[in-house]
């Protein structure tokens, strides 16, 4: 009996798949602790303090992003430009001739929150309110409530509190809504008065916040009925309405608004994982896409340890061999998740360019599995490279990356601007109607399942209110 051995040789070995996507799945947050708990780890690894492009590998200037990488190749407008770029080098990109670089920060989103308020209502400001503004915003929680005393700033400040309110009611209606408040009621009732503004709110919806709303978080309707002199039912409906439109936390959420809340329990107030741009902020040219590395200086194998390896002895001599292979190995992996979400954000833009020019209405329907065959990867990789992102818009909204498949997402802004325009309330079997005219064929159920997601009450309830 003969035995023979096959050596075959595979395009990546298990461990460094393993890990590359590990590191894939990885926002920059995540991927920047990672990074700092492996050089913790190996004395094999570290980082040169050094301006080099992560991409291309070249020196960089002085400041900004690297003036090969993020300027366009072609004059080819359907041709993207993608690389990847350090986190402290964000910048405007109102203009890529690599000139000076702006004063103002990528976005007022991938700020923390009281710079972000106060770059919203510093034009309606005086210099004693900007002093003012900054003080309560600086004196926030992470729920985006006061800590502070209103009338100890007025005493601070010597001035009147009234003074002092009328700042704290312009930081209210900034973005997000009720942010400055004293506590969720205040912040309630503030984007109860603003949903008022452009549409009708349930009646009794204001008493109920303001004077039982300890009753409201308990679900003690029959108590609310009891008080108000009206039916349970409607007490019901109103807490439905509270709950679906209001968010009694507003420091906690940063995409979306009080119209349309975020899905995401994890939406909070932090840069993004991608910055997406049109060249000069114009919807005809190129798109503009940074992938952040959250790390500046270069990540490799250091050079006296491999000197040391070849002066030590013995079993020292292989555990630090050890060492070096892994680090040679994590260096390689975060090189190929860099890589891999290139790829992917090179095909992405360009598929959804029109939403990205012109909005949700215009998301074109994609599935992971669909993206996955063209790339030549598993649909895993795009699930892996997808999950827990965020990704900025051209128009600096901030969304989870995963909304670029939103497949229902064009139909629920379509339904959502039907019933905008009712005469009278629509039922589901209408607005199915409505949406198989304009192209989109869905079944009545779907239509009941995405007025759902996005907070609209039944035709029966819209009427009621």
Request: with cysteine.
């Amino acid at each position: 009996m003969f035995q023979f051995q096959y050596q075959v040789q595979k395009p990546m070995t298990t461990a460094h798949l393993a890990q590359t996507m590990t590191l894939l799945s990885l926002s920059a947050f995540e991927l920047k602790q990672q990074i700092e708990a492996e050089l913790a780890a190996n004395p094999a690894l570290e980082i040169v303090e050094e301006r080099r492009c992560p991409h291309c590998h070249r020196f960089l200037p002085g400041g900004g992003s690297c003036p090969i990488c993020s300027r366009p190749s072609n004059l080819d407008v359907l041709e993207p430009v993608v690389y990847v770029s350090p986190m402290d080098d964000f910048y405007p990109k109102s203009d890529y001739s690599g000139g000076e670089i702006p004063d103002e920060p990528i976005s007022p989103a991938t700020e923390d929150l009281p710079t972000y308020v106060l770059r919203q209502i510093a034009t309606e400001l005086d210099t004693q309110q900007q002093l003012i503004a900054a003080h309560l915003l600086t004196n926030l929680d992470d729920d985006g409530f006061l800590t502070v005393n209103l009338m100890e700033v007025a005493r601070y400040f010597h001035i009147p509190v009234s003074r002092v309110e009328a700042v704290q009611l312009l930081i209210q209606h900034a973005e997000p809504v009720g942010v400055g408040s004293t506590g969720p009621k205040q912040a309630l009732l503030v984007q109860l008065e603003i949903l008022s503004e452009t549409g009708t709110v349930p009646e009794y919806a204001f008493e109920i916040i303001a004077d039982y709303l300890d009753l409201l978080s308990r679900r003690q309707h029959p108590d609310i009925a009891k008080h108000l002199g009206i039916s349970v039912q409607r007490v019901e409906r109103i807490a439905s309405y509270i709950g679906e439109n209001l968010n009694p936390f507003p420091g906690r959420s940063h995409w979306g608004n009080v119209r349309n809340p975020s899905s995401d329990a994890t939406s909070v107030y932090r840069q993004p994982d991608v910055i997406i741009q049109f060249l000069n902020n114009d919807p005809k040219s190129q798109v503009v896409v940074e992938i952040v590395m959250p790390m500046g200086g270069t990540l490799q194998v250091s050079q006296l340890y491999k000197q040391a390896i070849k002066e030590s002895e013995g079993d020292s001599k292989e555990a630090m061999r050890e060492d070096m292979d892994k680090a040679s190995l994590f260096v390689k992996c975060l090189q190929q998740r860099n890589h891999t979400m290139q790829r992917l954000m090179q095909r992405l833009v360009v598929i959804q360019r029109p939403y990205l020019a012109n909005g949700e209405k215009f998301l074109i329907p994609i599935t992971r599995a669909s993206l996955a065959e063209e790339l030549g990867v598993h649909e895993s990789t795009i699930s892996r490279a997808v999950s827990s992102k965020s990704v900025q818009l051209p128009n600096r909204r901030i969304v989870p990356m995963a909304a670029f498949f939103d497949r229902s997402l064009s139909a629920r802004t379509i339904l959502r601007e039907i019933i905008a325009n009712e005469k009278k309330p629509l039922s589901d079997t209408e607005i199915q109607k409505r949406l198989t005219e304009r192209g989109i064929q869905v079944a009545r159920r779907t239509v009941a399942k995405y007025r759902a997601m996005e907070g609209i009450l039944p035709a029966h309830l819209r009427q009621t209110i």
